[in-house]
T-cell receptor, first 117, second 108 residues
Framework: AAGVIQSPRHLIKEKRETATLKCYPI?????VYWYQQGPGQDPQFLIS???????DKGSIPDRFSAQQFSDYHSELNMSSLELGDSALYFC????????????????FGPGTRLTVL | GIQVEQSPPDLILQEGANSTLRCNFS?????LQWFHQNPWGQLINLFY???GTKQNGRLSATTVATERYSLLYISSSQTTDSGVYFC??????????FGDGTTLTVKP
């Protein structure tokens, strides 16, 4: 079965550079979530999109922005990178919209490991 | 926001032993998931369990929504079970809030 695809899997950047992470949800999933997991920490919710509109926002820095495109893939854009942005970035998708039942089960991608030097 | 607490934070087992991991949450939730994060960082969905009991092989989970807790049982543990186990709850907002995780080490 198709899973969530994230690219790139690994990314190394220097401070103050920009980075773009991509997420391709499972086919027919219309909701995408982004999470940041720092070393030794649990995943922290950043932002989510439903039907190409932002549906919820968590602890996402102002330096970051994201969007969901017409084909439902999503991109997380990160500017003025800082050392503390080094983390594993997960994308998850779910088959139905916010708060619907019995879905909103989130399927996670393999993550993008970002290292900022 | 909702608080999610997992216990114990660390657990060391001998291969073949059984264990119970607990997840307490502070408010009503729409959904609850258990994940296993393996040593390579991959998050593997174990159970979607907003209430009731489910079993999958050596793993089972029970959520008592009215009392705001969930339990993950691992029986006959194997070294490949090592990793971090996360409980994540979903509220009406649709996002997931993760607990701090339980780090399980299974020794041969």
């Amino acid at each position: 079965a198709a899973g969530v695809i994230q690219s790139p899997r690994h990314l190394i950047k220097e401070k103050r550079e920009t980075a773009t992470l991509k997420c391709y949800p499972i086919p027919r999933h219309d909701t995408v979530y982004w999470y940041q997991q720092g070393p030794g920490q649990d995943p922290q919710f950043l932002i989510s999109f439903y039907e190409k509109m932002q549906s919820d926002k968590g602890s996402i820095p102002d330096r970051f922005s994201a969007q969901q495109f017409s084909d439902y893939h999503s991109e997380l854009n990160m500017s003025s990178l800082e050392l503390g942005d080094s983390a594993l970035y997960f994308c998850a998708s779910s088959p139905q919209g916010v708060g619907t039942s019995p879905a909103d089960t989130q399927y996670f991608g393999p993550g993008t490991r970002l290292t900022v030097l | 926001g909702i608080q999610v607490e997992q216990s114990p934070p660390d657990l060391i087992l001998q291969e073949g032993a059984n264990s119970t991991l607990r997840c307490n949450f502070s408010d009503s939730v729409n959904n609850l998931q258990w994940f296993h994060q393996n040593p390579w960082g991959q998050l593997i969905n174990l159970f979607y369990i907003p209430s009731g009991t489910k079993q999958n092989g050596r793993l089972s989970a029970t959520t008592v929504a009215t009392e705001r807790y969930s339990l993950l049982y691992i029986s006959s543990s194997q070294t490949t079970d090592s990793g971090v186990y996360f409980c994540a709850v979903h509220t009406n907002a649709g996002k997931s809030t993760f607990g701090d995780g339980t780090t399980l080490t299974v020794k041969p």
